[in-house]
């Protein structure tokens, strides 16, 4: 007898099973759209040249050794991860108020920071403060806050479906009548799943209403440099929320600007008030670590510290980044340019209007089961893409069968 | 109370209190600052060699070279890790013939050392162990069990474990508080090298205590960091647990690879559910991947990778074995080293339990005002409850620490 045998099965992760589903099929011009990492033209993973070059210094470098990181983390990477958010010249790293943790990925990054806001923020362990998530956002985020203890995950309005753009209005309006002290999770560029990003215009508007408010800003910050190609741009978001004077989390990840994804390199951010409160802080952080993980791994966090912190291996990444970038742009280009030349019905200016390696179609749950069971390309039921997965090869073939899609399927 | 009001407008994070230092990392904090040239390190448990200096194996470098030379992908892992990982570490602990794994009824999946492995288990055991929320720790055990399994929402209790009367195991007072221990609660054995007295059951006792706990319907967590680590021979280090098995205990079983293969800041480890049967492992695999995904999604591949090359390739799996033979057994030579100095001295006291202790750890049996005068008075840092680690001792300084000792005991 066994103490859990009424132990029930758990449904797989989606997006997980969607590769796995892809991986199984045999038919020979099969399109993977699900998961979410880089693929070059010939539809393979790219480890990053810079990547490649650092690692083969490290295996060759005897005076490393393996030994356990600090709780926190490696300090010459999460200084250098957090310059590369907040900018070298930032005034708060310079006033001595941004610590950082190093974290397993940008979900650890997350975990962290929302454990840390379940046990101190809005009072103490004060599992009723809501969590608002963008509607549609991450699938993960729901869990990450919610296995945190806090019982109050919420959706804030975000996607506009029938416009296909921001619906700034209901998020502001969420944002004006939301419980005082909620969190927000912003994306900081690239808004995975949708694509779509506030302008600047609107995330100051953004900003006023949470600064009024008194609203916590926690940013997820997946794909800085993937989103345009400039790392400068895609922080902007970031930078003008702390030069606002926010005290704020910004978890960061690694995982697709670096290629890094299964080194699991991420970085909490945390910018306070002062550097008393950030001594206060950082140190409750070590208690969370401790008993999640004890130390973070090694391998990742050398690769970036060494990249990021030498000027000719940080110019060679910055390449590397936007050679990410402007594959995808193009893709975005050459689809939305298909489309409209087999005059598909509908407008398709959000495809290169979106940025990232997202893009949500439009295409609705029976479409998307067309493409999967009768064109065998697989993307997420709610009609997200990665453009990674177009290549130049199977472009043609995609435009055709979203055509068919969207033509002969209501 | 002002003063309070507007440090609260200012911060967030006003009311967050300064973390208590860790003891253990709060030792080699001291020590780093300490200027005296004769200072011994004896906190950490991390292996030193005979020069004291961190040891990186000769089978981890050549299997680094090795997979430098595959040019592998950075794709992320499963949820549940590597493959070739997962079945090397729970070959490693049960035996390549052990039943159990012939008839896949358990499931192991790769965590983030033995800390992580420690937390997931923590945190399947919260979530879906139908028995009481006590876990049973052996009074003392590693500080870190506590905080981990708190976080993870169980409660903790203790079984008598070690006689400070005899430095060694108190048998009759375990056996003793097992048998009160209410059914289906968990209990904790660490299956060699207990952290921190280094005092481990002899087989005819391990015996009397899988009696008592089947009879007591116990649901059995073994934490084994030390396999191999211990005497010198991955079989017998792994002994208790292979037994318990045998006895038809469905066990969770924590292993880390930190200490034994050197690979601390890899992160390298596994968690084991045995289970009654394939369906129940395959359902148990299923709610495991939903606790790890909000955590951190996928664990870190490198010293994974390091750790399956090594046990699967036969001649790096045979190096293995004789640099693990050959740190256990430097750090028994240290042990005898000791006594003799200690001896040589002119102490009086039986300091035979230094010799009867195993692996890395030695209680020594010095009071806490003693562990200050060794500290004050002769520069070695180990822990108040007088725990030092034999890995930071050396054929160049056992003669000082013999001195010391002696001088605050005598």
């Not at chain 1, 038919?27 to 070059?53: C, E, M, Q």
């Not at chain 1, 998530?133 to 506009?160: C, I, L, M, Q």
């Not at chain 2, 045995?274 to 395959?282: L, Q, S």
Request: proline share 5%; with cysteine; charged share 20%.
């Amino acid at each position: 007898m066994s103490v859990f045998s009424e132990v029930p099965q758990a449904a797989p992760v989606a997006v997980f099973k969607l590769t796995q589903d892809f991986t199984n099929d045999q038919f020979p011009k099969k399109v993977n759209l699900g998961v979410g990492a880089y693929r070059t033209d010939d539809s393979k993973p790219w480890v990053l040249p810079v990547v490649k070059k650092v690692e083969k210094v490290i295996v060759h470098d005897d005076t490393l050794n393996h030994e356990y990181l600090p709780i926190l983390g490696l300090p010459e990477f999460r200084s250098s991860a957090s310059k590369i958010a907040l900018g070298d010249d930032s005034p708060a790293i310079q006033e001595n108020r941004v610590g950082a943790v190093q974290c397993l990925g940008g979900t650890g990054a997350l975990k962290m920071g929302a454990e840390f806001l379940r046990r101190f923020y809005n009072g103490n362990n004060n599992t009723t403060t809501p969590v608002y998530v963008s509607a549609p956002t991450w699938e993960n985020h729901n869990a990450v806050f919610a296995n945190a203890g806090f019982e109050d995950v919420r959706p804030y309005k975000y996607w506009d479906a029938e416009k296909r753009g921001l619906d700034l209005a209901g998020f502001l309006g969420d944002l004006e009548s939301c419980p005082a002290h909620s969190i927000f999770v912003l994306h900081a560029c690239a808004h995975n799943p949708t694509g779509t990003d506030p302008t600047q215009e609107q995330w100051k508007q953004i900003a006023e209403v949470m600064m009024r408010r008194k609203l916590f800003v926690f940013f997820d910050s997946a794909y800085q440099g993937f989103a345009s190609g400039n790392l400068e741009k895609d922080a902007w978001a970031i930078r003008y929320f702390v030069s606002l004077g926010f005290e704020m989390f910004c978890a960061q990840s690694f995982s697709k600007n670096f290629g890094l994804y299964n080194e699991r390199v991420g970085n909490l951010t945390v910018v306070a008030r002062d550097a008393d409160n950030l001594k206060r802080i950082m140190s409750q952080m070590e208690k969370i670590v401790r008993t999640t993980w004890s130390n973070p791994p090694s391998q990742g966090a050398r690769i970036v510290a060494i990249t990021l912190n030498s000027p000719e291996l940080f110019s060679e990444w910055k390449g590397n980044v936007k050679t990410m970038a402007d594959r995808v742009l193009l893709m975005r280009a050459q689809l939305k340019a298909k489309l409209q030349a087999l005059g598909t019905p509908g407008t398709w200016d959000h495809i290169t209007e979106q940025i990232g390696m997202f893009s949500f179609t439009g295409l609705n749950p029976k479409q998307v089961e067309y493409m999967i069971k009768e064109k065998h390309i697989y993307l997420m039921a709610s009609g997200r893409i990665n453009m990674c997965g177009l290549t130049t090869k199977n472009i043609d073939y995609v435009a055709e069968s979203i055509h068919e899609a969207v033509t002969q399927v209501q | 109370v002002n003063l309070i009001c507007s440090l609260l407008l200012l911060s967030w994070w006003g009311g967050v209190q300064m973390g208590p230092p860790d003891p253990i990392l709060g030792v080699s904090e001291a020590f780093k600052k300490d200027s005296n040239p004769k200072k011994m390190n004896l906190g950490v448990g991390a292996y030193r060699d005979d020069q004291g200096k961190p040891f990186v194996l000769s089978c981890v470098r050549k299997a680094e070279a090795i997979i430098s030379a595959k040019q592998l992908d950075k794709e992320y892992l499963g949820i549940g890790g590597l493959a070739e990982f997962t079945k090397c570490c729970a070959q490693l602990a049960l035996g390549n013939d052990n039943e159990v794994l012939k008839s896949g009824r358990s499931i192991t999946v790769q965590t983030i050392s033995g800390t992580g492995s420690l937390r997931i288990g923590g945190n399947f055991l919260s979530r879906f162990h139908a028995g009481p929320r006590d876990v049973y720790l052996p009074k003392p055990s590693w500080g870190n069990h506590t905080p981990i399994f708190r976080d993870a929402g169980m409660q903790l209790k203790a079984y008598r474990y070690y006689d400070p009367s005899t430095c060694g195991f108190d048998f009759k007072g375990a056996l003793d508080d097992i048998s009160k221990i209410p059914e289906q609660s968990v209990i904790m054995l660490h299956a060699c090298a207990h952290n921190p007295t280094g005092v481990d059951p002899r087989p005819e006792q391990w015996k009397e205590i899988s009696d008592l706990v089947k009879k007591r319907n116990l649901l059995v967590f073994f934490d084994m960091a030390y396999q191999g680590f211990a005497s010198g021979d991955i079989d017998r280090d792994a002994w208790a647990v292979r037994y318990f098995i045998e006895q038809g205990h469905n066990i969770l079983l924590s292993q880390s690879f930190a200490k034994n293969m050197g690979l601390y800041g890899e992160r390298v480890g596994g968690f084991t559910v045995v289970c009654g049967d394939v369906d129940e492992a395959k359902r148990v695999e299923s709610q495991l991947k939903i606790l790890i995904r909000p955590i951190y999604s996928n664990p870190p591949m490198n010293g994974a990778r390091i750790a399956s090359t090594i046990l699967s390739t036969p001649d790096l799996r045979s190096l293995w074995l004789e640099e693990v033979h050959g740190m256990a057994n430097r750090i028994i030579k240290m042990r005898e080293q000791l006594v003799a100095g200690l001896q040589k001295e002119g102490s009086t006291h039986n300091w035979q339990h230094v010799i009867d202790q195993i692996g890395m750890f030695c209680f020594t049996g010095l009071k806490p005002d003693q562990v200050e005068r060794l500290t004050k008075e002769f520069s070695v840092y180990m822990t108040k409850d007088g725990r030092i680690s034999m890995a930071g001792v050396t054929s160049g300084n056992v003669g000082y620490l013999a001195h010391g000792i002696h001088a605050v005991t005598k």
